[in-house]
T-cell receptor, first 115, second 111 residues
């Protein structure tokens, strides 16, 4: 089992440029999460999907961030335009409704550097 | 709103010494508490959950509702315990996977 797969692992862009991150969750996991992790801090939830429906996106800065999970499997997180403060690690995680409570399976993360 | 606080950014101990990583939380309801760990060059993963009352890799954690704490303990630290540790909270029940993480504590176990 490959686990949660994220790409790209690293991305360096100039401010005002767009960027997109992709996540493939563990097969059969209906819940998908995008977390933001700033340097020296813990992960913070951006958005949570139950299948293809975004059930919690209250922390997603909707002026520049967008996300989608078409067909309830893969997901894409986009930032347009990127700002210097967006430099961080973007973590994707998934969980199963039949799995243990609180057990999220994380990807390796996508590290974004905005210059 | 829930909040998780880990007061120590870094904890350094010698091999064989006892370890206690502190975690305090605030939440108006009944929470579920978890510890996640991230070893060097590995993914963030679940270490243990309070509801299971389990010991994983020699680590235990007791939920103290009176002190709103969930400290992680190990009597004898090993070098392979060196990692980032995150305490996390979730509302009890249907939203059991809505995790709020603390800022993390880096544990360094010296030989």
């Amino acid at each position: 089992e490959a686990g949660v797969v994220q790409s790209p692992r690293y991305k360096i862009i100039e401010k005002k440029q767009p960027v997109a991150f992709w996540c493939n969750p563990i097969s059969g996991h209906n819940t998908l999460y995008w977390y933001l992790q700033n340097l020296g801090q813990g992960p913070e939830l951006l958005i949570r999907y139950e299948n293809e429906e975004a059930v919690d996106d209250s922390q997603l800065p909707k002026d520049r961030f967008s996300a989608e999970r078409l067909k309830g499997v893969d997901s894409t997180l986009k930032i347009q335009p990127a700002e210097l403060g967006d430099s961080a690690v973007y973590l994707c995680a998934s969980s199963s409704r039949t799995g243990s409570t609180g057990e999220l399976f994380f990807g390796e993360g996508s590290r974004l550097t905005v210059l | 709103a829930q909040r998780v606080t880990q007061p120590e950014k870094l904890l350094s101990v010698f091999k064989g010494a006892p370890v206690e990583l502190k975690c305090n939380y605030s939440y108006s309801g009944s929470p579920e508490l978890f510890w996640y760990v991230q070893y060097s060059r590995q993914r963030l993963q679940l270490l243990l959950r309070h509801i299971s009352r389990e010991s994983i890799k020699g680590f235990t954690a007791d939920l103290n509702k009176g002190e709103t704490s969930f400290h992680l303990k190990k009597p004898f630290a090993q070098e392979e315990d060196s990692a980032m540790y995150y305490c996390a909270l979730s509302p009890f029940g249907n939203a059991g996977n809505m995790l709020t993480f603390g800022g993390g504590t880096r544990l360094m176990v010296k030989p």
